[in-house]
């Protein structure tokens, strides 16, 4: 059964910071791993999606890299702003299914 | 302007009452989807569908209910069976297997 597992719950960093966000599944049969942006009592907007043939995903400042060998992914965010402020989600889409698997989040807080 | 809008923003029920949960789209998605989202837990999928007329179940159907009989909309009932109702519910559409497209939510709370 696929688990979706993002590292850390919660981070803070200061204004201007470089930082990585993990996400890391059980299973390697992917067919696509999509990361999300949700601010509080909102729904999820979609950030990058990586398919399974790809390595990686970069749309401004955010980069986002996929390894299905070692069941990881990550999302990288440059100059990092007081409006980055967020809960990032990422999900998988599991080869041959349908139903989507999401973590639960990682909570980022950047302080001006 | 194409996205998906969910109504009402927010939902009250009694015990013993059935709801319906709204969901529309204009994106001319196949593929529509409800999930469940309780404090600090991931989504969970309740329902989904592929095709109109067509839906399957998710990892907690039990107590809701779904139709599907036309391609724009995917509304939810949240049963009296449903013993723990009080969550945000979001509904999604995508192309099949495809980049998902959430709509704004609707958060439920049981008086």
């Known amino acids: 059964k696929q688990e979706v597992t993002q590292i850390p719950a919660a981070l803070s960093v200061p204004e201007g910071e470089n930082l990585v966000l993990n996400c890391s599944f059980t299973?390697?049969?992917?067919?696509?791993l999509q990361w999300f942006r949700q601010d509080p009592g909102k729904g999820l907007t979609s950030l990058l999606l990586i398919q399974s043939s790809q390595r990686e995903q970069t749309s401004g400042r955010l980069n986002a890299s996929l390894d299905k060998s070692s069941g990881r992914s990550t999302l990288y965010i440059a100059a990092s702003q007081p409006g980055d402020s967020a809960t990032y989600l990422c999900?998988?889409?599991?080869?041959?299914?349908?139903?989507?698997?999401f973590g639960a989040g990682t909570r980022l807080f950047v302080k001006a | 302007d194409g996205g998906i809008t969910q109504s009402p923003k927010y939902l009250f029920r009694k015990e013993g009452q059935n709801v319906t949960l709204s969901c529309e789209q204009n994106l001319n998605h196949d593929a529509m989807y409800w999930y469940r989202q309780d404090p600090g837990q991931g989504l969970r999928l309740i329902y989904y569908?592929?095709?109109?007329?067509?839906?399957q179940k998710g990892d907690i159907a039990e107590g809701y209910s779904v139709s599907r009989e036309k391609k724009e909309s995917f509304p939810l009932t949240v049963t009296s069976a449903q013993k723990n109702p009080t969550a945000f519910y979001l509904c999604?559409?995508?192309?099949?297997?495809?980049?998902?497209?959430f709509g704004p939510g609707t958060r439920l709370t049981v008086l």
């Open positions: 299973d390697s049969a992917i067919y696509n």
């Open positions: 569908s592929q095709i109109v007329n067509d839906f």
């Open positions: 999900a998988v889409i599991n080869t041959g299914g349908f139903k989507t698997i």
């Open positions: 999604a559409s995508s192309i099949i297997n495809n980049e998902q497209f």
